[in-house]
């Protein structure tokens, strides 16, 4: 049986695990970023694969090949990374970097984009499995989708297809927009939680629960949980988030007639209890027939959706045809 290593590098930790070509994961190692940056970050990765090899090796099990997701692009012709949260990563060599290491000798390496590997993660062992036409839709700190095309990752002609909070969904444009674009300034959980931020410095007669809280402090969290209060500040937010996630939604369907869209990340989470007011938000803006044949889901994954989805990816490196 095949055995491969998945490690997917967040802003603040690194993941990883090894899998069988079943899908299973049979042991799981997190080692947290702390104040690493540049060329730290990637030692941390290079001890986290000696790791996993040295304890694959002592169970008798052989690994022949790793799958890396990272936080940015992934340029695929030159194998570097662009990994804005990660300082020194503008343009960082990690498949040389990996490739070089002498205890990968012999072992495929293979390097995606976080969104990237979230969808094949969902395709492989979650909502998305066995689905050829599909789309991840991360929400977190920001945004970013996973474009699933007849049963390839659709990555575009720099590698950047699927930086979906960039998508226009105001006519009106802002300043504000050119660090992260529209969609991500508004519903992201960042977004989340400088609207109500917003709010609370103009609404001087509010006096809900987030009143009671420092106003730079607060983050998507307080708005979830004021909420549950029927906090009117929370309950705006909301329901201005969830419009630009239907809109969104609708303008995938419409672009891509996937046969899924699942939602995960951070926000959702929390956010899965409106799942079904972004369906309706949706309809009324997607292309109708598109529409009526997708299925609007939650990831069944959780924050291993990307760790899943670099195992994934590691299998995929020893297919001649990917």
Excluded at 44 to 54: A, M, N, P, R, Y
Excluded at 209 to 216: A, H, P, Q, T
Excluded at 254 to 264: A, D
Excluded at 303 to 315: E, H, P, Q, S, V
Aim: hydrophobic share 45%; charged share 20%.
């Amino acid at each position: 049986m095949m055995n491969v290593i998945g490690l997917d590098l967040g802003g603040t930790k690194l993941a990883g695990a090894v899998f069988d070509e079943t899908g299973a994961m049979l042991f799981k190692q997190v080692a947290p970023i702390e104040k690493r940056q540049g060329k730290d970050v990637g030692s941390l990765i290079g001890e986290q694969i000696k790791l996993l090899l040295s304890l694959s090796k002592s169970k008798g099990i052989a690994i022949q090949a790793i799958g890396i997701s990272v936080p940015g692009i992934y340029y695929a012709k030159t194998g570097n990374v662009w990994a804005p949260n990660i300082p020194g990563w503008t343009d960082y060599p990690l498949l040389m970097e990996i490739s070089s290491l002498p205890v990968t000798k012999n072992i495929k390496i293979k390097i995606d984009s976080d969104r990237a590997c979230y969808i094949l993660g969902e395709t492989w062992q979650g909502s998305a499995r066995g689905c050829k036409d599909a789309i991840f839709l991360a929400i977190g700190t920001g945004i970013g989708a996973g474009i699933l095309v007849d049963g390839k990752i659709l990555r575009g002609h720099n590698d950047i297809a699927g930086a979906v909070g960039w998508l226009a969904l105001n006519q009106a444009f802002r300043d504000e927009y050119k660090t992260c674009g529209c969609f991500e300034y508004h519903a992201s959980g960042e977004g989340i939680a400088k609207a109500a931020r917003e709010l609370l410095t103009t609404e001087h007669n509010y006096s809900g629960v987030l009143k009671n809280k420092s106003i730079g402090q607060i983050i998507s969290h307080d708005i979830f949980e004021a909420y549950k209060t029927e906090d009117p500040i929370a309950i705006k937010v909301l329901n201005s988030a969830i419009a630009y996630w239907g809109m969104a939604v609708a303008n995938l369907v419409s672009t891509f007639n996937p046969e899924k869209i699942i939602f995960g990340g951070g926000v959702f989470g929390p956010a899965a209890q409106f799942l079904d007011r972004i369906e309706q938000e949706a309809q009324h803006w997607a292309q109708p027939i598109s529409m009526q044949h997708v299925s609007i889901e939650i990831s069944s994954l959780g924050g291993d959706a990307g760790l899943i989805g670099a195992g994934r990816l590691a299998f995929l490196a020893l297919d001649k045809d990917f």
